[in-house]
């Protein structure tokens, strides 16, 4: 139930249906792997994208001083 719930609130975001059909063309034309692809479009969650400004943890860096 939440998984779904999360699936379709990401999907919906504006930037994310923007970025979805070039992934999905990008990995059937094998210019692009599956985690790849899955990676940029989770990076639209720290980037903040359409959906709000970019979050204050989005910028800092974690205990280990990696960027997060």
């Known amino acids: 139930m939440i998984d ?3 699936k379709r609130h990401f999907l ?7 970025l979805v059909p ?3 063309a990008a990995v059937a034309g ?3 792997t599956v985690t790849e692809a899955a990676r940029r479009l989770l990076g ?3 980037e903040g994208g359409d959906s ?3 979050s204050a ?4 860096r974690n205990v280990l001083g ?3």
């Open 66 to 68: 990696r960027r997060r």
């Open 4 to 6: 779904d719930g999360l």
């Open 12 to 18: 919906a975001r504006p930037d994310v249906a923007r």
């Open 52 to 54: 709000g400004a970019r």
């Open 44 to 46: 639209l969650l720290d």
């Open 22 to 24: 070039e992934m999905e």
């Open 57 to 60: 943890a989005g910028s800092r």
């Open 30 to 32: 094998a210019k692009l």
